[in-house]
């Protein structure tokens, strides 16, 4: 997960117990009884694919099919080999499924090739210590003999408006801004070395945007902005971070070398991966589920994001094994290269905008695949409404509550921006930023169980709303 | 802390609610009620000593003590410079409280020097990846070329015992035994190198004592077998281990690289500090307060044990301030090399055997200085019973629970092994284990509101038994 909606709960409200608006008493006054008769009659099927995929043949199937795929290529970073090998293992493994009337296609798309090579972090002054950090994607290297240079700590880009040029000028700068919250607090890792190099600095640290750390350092993506002299950055251990602002504080002159041998390469050509399980009466009509396949190039992106690509291959592979078939179409996209910048996402609402009506409804997975709590909406009160009831469903196994929000997941972003009704996965994940762009999003941080009633979820929550009568209505 | 007692809870109970013998009925039996009003009557020394610390003029200090300390030396292991410029430093800090009537004094200890040099374990098969991992205390390094060989994965001894020389020789054996409980779990640590050794394995590898990662790994001291093969041996990332388990489940062949540049040079002098306040009628007899001041080569020592050095610290300097001086002499220790083996506390135990009959009670805080809840205790049933009369004073700061234990903490093991009554600090160290031995045992561990709780109840709790009208009795 690269971006995150800059207010994610606007409006919560449980199947069972509205919370907020749209209450279920509006939406009794919105929706034909005829049409929430129906959806409810969908109880069955969807008590099918559960049981199938959490007690059934399928059990802990979704675990063991994505602890060998993130087991056999581990980080799968935007540009490299190891991702466009994963891409064709997930191509494969998806054939092998001899899934009926199922399409599989590639798309390519242009994405960036950015290295990062050796680094090292080491506070020189006033003693000598190792720093835990990771240089940031689409940062410059530094010169071969690195960059040492005193470093000043500030907490804010306010504060940081209020140091003079003379003070920043030759320094590194360390931005220690404390987690408030990942969309709050990313920007400092976004845009710091662009804000510090307008006044002269030579690189700049930023406290690794996480709330919990075991000298754990995040890595992600950093933006330059146009004309700027582009420095070096990286995201450097929470607990590095407080220790170099207490020395700070203390007056003590801190000195730092930093050697990052990160290069950006030309352009590489990725793909996009949609598999598409045709409609019985509306083919041309589209309910997506997705996730994205590629992710920093640490850990093995178990949680960022190759659950949501597993929980989103599920969807076709279960319907086939349970012979059912919606109405609709349901495509699975394994975006690339969302990690730089969802390029893969916007290269294809670019490709497909003029048939992006036809888009019913669009559904990620790239915020864990905890315990399945819901879904996170974008639409009208309408569309609402019917995803509402179809979470009614959804009681049983705890995961009924809609919250509402204009920005429902990152790569899906670009498409739901587009007038799209769409929805991510609401989990239990609490501790998802704990481990977010780590050497820590690994295997361990998923649960077989909870993978399963991900998939059943998703899986069962697609094909309603895929078969139902009624499209999923737009403004 | 090193090594911890092998069943720590053999019965608890808290003041105000007996849950296991010896009950508060049974101690009222035992204790002469003048006895249990003395005891009651130090209420008012007790607020004055809670309040001066956690609201008045030391508020924040051990907070801020600390953390000057761990921030300016970092890691302090066992045989460095760094150790003994730390200990200096320590006695310099005391010296400059002026307290009256205090004698400081240091003795020598000849301590281990293992220096662990540059380190790099990588998986080469089934495919490439660095590996997270520490090599252990103690440990041979490998050639300068390192060791490549083959990975047989293994859970446990028993398991081990059924696997014949000829599927071990040459090869590295990776022990992943899950994590129970540190004093169960702790012998992969400690012993697998001479277990695997005597099959003729060229390294082993140890999935990190920890129940929770963000792939961490955790260090430790491990120690040969007399007359055995000396191999390398390293701690690894839990996620990096069960990794190689699922791997080796698969039936992938699993090729590791090991490079470790560890030597252990000749034995170093180090000191152990003894701190003296005086007591103004017994002076002979010693209440202990102490905690060990080196450790591991990661992080900065602060929660093992920088907290526990200064919360004795604290006892000395606080009763200073308060103008308090008990009957009896507290003896603030800060123990040197505890983590390759008690290394200093043995020496001390060798040293003052003749005048271990002077020892009233000895404490000691190396589990953690979180918020403090009672004491860890052993002793007869009476001195337990006053124990638990002194922390019935301590119901108002929810630290009045009492836990009975044969091993009370590390160091003073070794001296209540000889019949010494003693205790450890307990404390709501839940999570102690998760940053134990890690990079990430860092000043953000520590809490500045539960240091103060600790350094208070630890003052007064010491003050008390130091203060009474009875020793604390022995076997």
């Given amino acids: 997960m690269n971006l995150l909606p800059i207010s994610i709960v606007l409006f919560v409200f449980t199947a069972g117990e509205a919370k907020n608006l749209p209450k279920n008493s509006v939406c009794s006054d919105i929706l034909d009884p005829a049409l929430i008769a129906e959806i409810a009659s969908y109880e069955k099927v969807k008590d099918e694919i559960v049981k199938f995929v959490?007690?059934?043949?399928?059990?802990?199937?979704?675990?063991?099919?994505?602890?060998?795929?993130?087991?056999?290529?581990?980080?799968?970073?935007?540009?490299?080999?190891?991702?466009?090998?994963?891409?064709?293992?997930?191509?494969?493994l998806t054939r092998d499924e001899n899934i009926k009337d199922v399409d599989i296609v590639t798309?390519?798309?242009?994405?960036?090739?950015?290295?990062?090579?050796?680094?090292?972090?080491?506070?020189?002054?006033?003693?000598?210590?190792?720093?835990d950090g990771l240089g940031l994607g689409s940062s410059v290297g530094t010169p071969p003999e690195g960059i040492t240079a005193e470093?000043?700590?500030?907490?804010?880009?306010?504060?940081?408006?209020?140091?003079?040029?003379?003070?920043?000028?030759?320094?590194?700068?360390l931005f220690d801004a404390k987690f408030e919250k990942y969309s709050v607090t990313n920007i400092y890792r976004t845009a710091s070395a662009s804000v510090a190099a307008e006044k002269g600095a030579v690189a700049t640290l930023v406290r690794s945007v996480t709330p919990f750390s075991i000298s754990s350092p995040h890595t992600g993506q950093q933006y330059y902005t146009e004309n700027v002299v582009k420095i070096p950055?990286?995201?450097?251990?929470?607990?590095?971070?407080?220790?170099?602002?207490?020395?700070?504080?203390?007056?003590?002159?801190?000195?730092?070398?930093?050697?990052?041998?990160?290069?950006?390469?030309?352009?590489?050509?990725?793909?996009?991966?949609?598999?598409?399980?045709?409609?019985?009466?509306?083919?041309?009509?589209?309910?997506?589920?997705?996730g994205h396949v590629d992710s920093w190039d640490v850990g093995q992106g178990a949680m960022d994001d190759g659950g949501g690509v597993f929980i989103s291959w599920a969807v076709p592979v279960i319907l086939q094994r349970l012979n059912l078939r919606p109405k609709r179409t349901i495509r699975s996209i394994f975006w690339t290269a969302e990690e730089p910048g969802l390029i893969g996402a916007k290269a294809y609402e670019a490709k497909h905008r003029n048939e992006s009506h036809n888009i019913n409804f669009i559904m990620e997975s790239d915020e864990g695949t905890f315990a399945p709590l819901g879904l996170v909406v974008t639409g009208t009160q309408e569309a609402r409404c019917i995803i509402a009831e179809v979470l009614k469903l959804f009681e049983s196994i705890n995961a009924s509550t809609l919250i509402e929000s204009d920005s429902p997941s990152s790569d899906i972003n670009v498409i739901v921006e587009t007038g799209v009704p769409g929805a991510g996965l609401y989990n239990a994940n609490d501790r998802y930023f704990w481990f977010h762009h780590t050497e820590g999003d690994m295997?361990?941080?998923?649960?077989?169980?909870?993978?399963?009633?991900?998939?059943?979820?998703?899986?069962?929550?697609?094909?309603?709303?895929?078969?139902?009568?009624v499209d999923i209505p737009r403004a």
Avoid: C
């Fill in 151 to 173: 470093v000043i700590v500030v907490s804010s880009f306010d504060e940081f408006s209020n140091i003079s040029e003379h003070d920043v000028k030759g320094k590194i700068v």
């Fill in 443 to 469: 295997m361990n941080v998923e649960d077989p169980n909870e993978l399963d009633l991900g998939a059943a979820m998703w899986t069962a929550a697609a094909y309603i709303i895929a078969d139902i009568s």
């Fill in 54 to 92: 959490t007690e059934g043949e399928f059990k802990g199937k979704v675990y063991d099919e994505l602890a060998k795929f993130v087991d056999k290529f581990g980080a799968r970073i935007s540009g490299s080999e190891t991702l466009e090998r994963s891409i064709d293992y997930l191509v494969q």
């Fill in 107 to 131: 798309e390519e798309v242009k994405v960036p090739d950015w290295v990062r090579g050796e680094e090292k972090f080491t506070l020189l002054k006033p003693r000598v210590k190792n720093i």
């Fill in 233 to 290: 950055t990286a995201a450097i251990a929470v607990e590095d971070a407080d220790l170099l602002r207490r020395m700070y504080d203390r007056g003590e002159k801190i000195e730092v070398h930093i050697q990052m041998s990160a290069t950006t390469n030309e352009d590489k050509i990725s793909r996009n991966t949609l598999i598409d399980l045709k409609g019985t009466e509306r083919p041309e009509k589209l309910v997506i589920v997705s």
